[in-house]
C-alpha cells in the first residue's frame, strides 16, 4: 500500500493515508510502519513526514508483491518495415506508454546478410562504397586513392561485388574467398583489394546500434535530488558505449531484467532504476528492450511492456531473418 501510495502522489505516505482502507487502526498502522522502516523496506524523510520506499523496499515489492497482471495491450504494430524502422517505432512507443526513458539495441550487424552493394566515385580520387543488409540497414564506408579512379572501373566493381556477394553475411570468412578471381587483371584484383575492408571489417558505432528516445522525460528536474546526477546520466547517454555493456547483460536473461538504485553497476545509474528485457531468434539473442526511470516508476506498467515489446520484436526478427 505504501509504494502504490507513493507512486500515484509522488509525496511520503502518513499512516492516515493508509487507514482509510484497512481495518486496524493508527496506532497498529503506526507500528507496522515503523517495523518495515527497522528491516529497511522504508524509510522516513522527516519526522514529522510519512514513509518512503527504499531501494530494498522497491526490490521487495518486484519480487513479491507485483501482482501478476495482464495489462493493456501495448500499442505497439509492427508492420512489414525495415529492422531499422521497427527499433524505432518500438522506442518510441515504449517511452510514450511509461513516461520513461526508453532504449533499443539493434542486431548487430552481422547478423545480417547483403543485399545489394553500390560502388560510387565521390571525387576523382574519393570512392564510397554503399552496402544495403537484409535488415534494412545501410553501411557506407569512403575509401581515398592516389589517382583518379575510373568511373568504369567503379560501374565493373558494383556489378562483380552484386554477383559475388549477394546472399552472404558481412564479416563471413567465406568473403575473401569469394574477392579473390585469379581471372580478374591487376587493376581490377588491386581496386577489390583496396574496397576488401567495407566487408570484412566491420565498423559499428554505438550511435548506429543503440536507439533512444524520452530524454527529456528523464531528466525532469523533480526526477533527481541534484544536478550531478543529471551530469552523470547525460555524459553516459553522451557515451553511449557503456549504456550498451548495461544492456549486454540482459541477453543472459531469460525474462525481464529489472536493477534497482545500487544494483545497477554503473554509477550514473545509481538513483535510478531499470526495467529490460532480450529479443531475437530461438537460438539466439539479438538484442535488448528497456526504459530507465526514477525508482518511483509504476513496476507493473514497466515490465508487462518491455515483455511484451521484446516478445513482439523477437516476432518481427523472425520473419525477416526466414525471408534471407
Known amino acids: 500500500m505504501v509504494v502504490e501510495e507513493y507512486l500515484a502522489a509522488g509525496a511520503p505516505v502518513a499512516s492516515k493515508a493508509l487507514a482509510a482502507g484497512v481495518e486496524w487502526g493508527p496506532s497498529t498502522i ?8 527497522e528491516v529497511g523496506l522504508l524509510a522516513h524523510p522527516h519526522t514529522s513526514a510519512g514513509r518512503v520506499p527504499t531501494q530494498a523496499g ?15 495491450p501495448l500499442a505497439l504494430t509492427l508492420v512489414r518495415r525495415e529492422i531499422d524502422e521497427a527499433m524505432r517505432v518500438t522506442t518510441e512507443t515504449l517511452s510514450q506508454v511509461n ?6 539495441t539493434a ?6 546478410t547483403i543485399r545489394h ?14 552496402v544495403i543488409t537484409s535488415t534494412g540497414g545501410v553501411t557506407k564506408r569512403l575509401f581515398t586513392f592516389g589517382r583518379p579512379v575510373d568511373t568504369g572501373l567503379a560501374d565493373w566493381a558494383a556489378s562483380y561485388l552484386n554477383e559475388r556477394l549477394v546472399g552472404l553475411g558481412l564479416g563471413a570468412r567465406i568473403l575473401h574467398q569469394r574477392l579473390h578471381d585469379p581471372s580478374l587483371s591487376v587493376t581490377e584484383a588491386a581496386f577489390l583489394d583496396a574496397l576488401a575492408a567495407a566487408f570484412t571489417e566491420l565498423e559499428e558505432t554505438p550511435q548506429e546500434t543503440l536507439y533512444v528516445d524520452g530524454t527529456a522525460r528523464l531528466v525532469r528536474d523533480e526526477r533527481f535530488s541534484d544536478v550531478s546526477q543529471i ?7 553522451e557515451r553511449r558505449v557503456s549504456l550498451l555493456g548495461v544492456l549486454r547483460q540482459t541477453l543472459a536473461e531469460r525474462d525481464v531484467l529489472v536493477r534497482i538504485g545500487n544494483e545497477n553497476e ?7 532504476a531499470l526495467v529490460a528485457a532480450s529479443y531475437g531468434l530461438p537460438q539466439r539473442r539479438l538484442g535488448a528492450v528497456s526504459v530507465i526511470g526514477p ?5 507493473g506498467r514497466a515490465i508487462r511492456s518491455v515483455r511484451e515489446a521484446a516478445t513482439q520484436l523477437s516476432r518481427f526478427v523472425v520473419e525477416v531473418y526466414d525471408e534471407r
Open 30 to 37: 503506526r507500528h507496522e510502519l515503523a517495523s518495515l522502516e
Open 58 to 72: 522497491y526490490r521487495y515489492f518486484v519480487d513479491k508483491l507485483l501482482p501478476v497482471e495482464v495489462g493493456p
Open 99 to 104: 513516461n520513461l526513458l526508453a532504449l533499443v
Open 107 to 112: 542486431p548487430p550487424i552481422e547478423t545480417s
Open 117 to 130: 552493394i553500390e560502388v560510387l566515385v565521390l571525387q576523382p580520387q574519393v570512392v564510397m562504397v554503399v
Open 231 to 237: 551530469n552523470e546520466v547525460m555524459d553516459m547517454l
Open 266 to 272: 554503473a554509477p550514473a545509474l545509481h538513483s535510478l
Open 295 to 299: 525508482l518511483r516508476m509504476d513496476y
